[in-house]
């Protein structure tokens, strides 16, 4: 059984680790670790059949073959080092952190060594499949718009930089239009799947990010556009939030349950 340790343990972290207990995922939650005390006594409240030992991740990379990455952007750089460095794979959430040129390399080169993986889930969009398809020749374009409610980019660096109000937005607005590399280091709590995009087409410079900050969205909308010499397609999925976490669409912590359970199966389906 595939042993599991997971660090962040909100609104992603918590799913999955229901997901573990509820045996939906053939491997064993072995530890876990938060630095929200709430958030850690909730999910262990929550669980029903299993009780994680909490380690942090020093201890916990000892003890289990895979770390989940479910915390932040600036946790996942020393999460994914130490994971790897202990010979544990990695499934990373907060894949903005792989804009970073000479942390991907660095990263890529230790899991290299040590025969291990780094899994970057699909997260909140859809199409991925077809993007890393159509890459094998020659994409023109990739494109991303998303929609979000205006409470959900709060906090953000751009929008605290540019004193954007986002309380008094009347009218849906174009907050952010630029390149994914931008895009990822400035909203780094909302735009993960910019990074995602890039990794699986063109680069994070090639690939260019619209957000708007819609005041009458209750969806986190994400439009995907790709042109190459396939032909064009265009993904929307309109993603529901995280009852825990508006920022967080609730298909993300699907998608990192639907990684865990592709890896522990021999059958591979889909791209
Ligand atoms: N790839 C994708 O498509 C998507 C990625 N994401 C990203 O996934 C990550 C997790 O999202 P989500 O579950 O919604 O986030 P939450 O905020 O709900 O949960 C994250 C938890 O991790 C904790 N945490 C943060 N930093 C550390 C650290 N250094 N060590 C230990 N614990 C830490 C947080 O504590 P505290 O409360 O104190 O901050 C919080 O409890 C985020 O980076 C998010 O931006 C989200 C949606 C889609
Ligand atoms: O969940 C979403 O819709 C997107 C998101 O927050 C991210 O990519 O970081």
């Not at 708007?212 to 439009?223: M, Q, W």
């Amino acid at each position: 059984m595939l042993k599991l340790g997971i660090v962040g343990c909100g609104a992603i972290g918590t799913e999955i680790c229901k997901a573990v207990d509820e045996g939906s995922i053939e491997s064993e939650l072995v530890a876990v670790y938060d630095r929200n005390k709430e958030h850690l006594s909730s999910l262990q409240s929550s669980l029903l059949n299993t009780e994680p030992v909490v380690y942090e991740l020093q201890e916990m990379v000892k003890h289990v073959d895979l770390v989940v990455e479910s915390a932040s952007q600036n946790a996942a750089y020393e999460i994914v080092t130490t994971a790897l460095e202990s010979s544990c794979d990695v499934m990373v959430m907060s894949v903005g952190a792989f804009v970073d040129k000479n942390f991907r390399e660095k990263v890529t080169d230790i899991a290299k060594q040590k025969g291990c993986k780094i899994y970057l889930p699909s997260g909140a969009l859809v199409g991925l499949d077809g993007v890393k398809t159509a890459s094998c020749n020659n994409i023109y374009s990739v494109s991303l718009t998303s929609r979000k409610p205006p409470e959900s980019l709060e906090g953000a660096p751009y929008i605290v930089e540019n004193n954007i109000d986002l309380e008094n937005l009347k009218n849906e607005t174009v907050v952010f239009e630029g390149s994914a590399a931008e895009a990822v280091k400035m909203f780094p709590a909302n735009v993960n799947v910019a990074a995602t995009l890039s990794l699986s087409g063109i680069g994070f410079d090639e690939t260019s990010v619209k957000i708007i900050a819609d005041p009458g969205a209750e969806k986190n909308i994400h439009n995907v556009t790709v042109k190459g010499n396939f032909g064009e397609f265009t993904t929307r999925v309109e993603n529901l939030p995280s009852p825990t976490n508006p920022k967080t669409s609730y298909l993300a912590s699907l998608s990192a349950i639907a990684t865990l359970k592709n890896i522990v199966n021999p059958l591979q389906v889909g791209t």
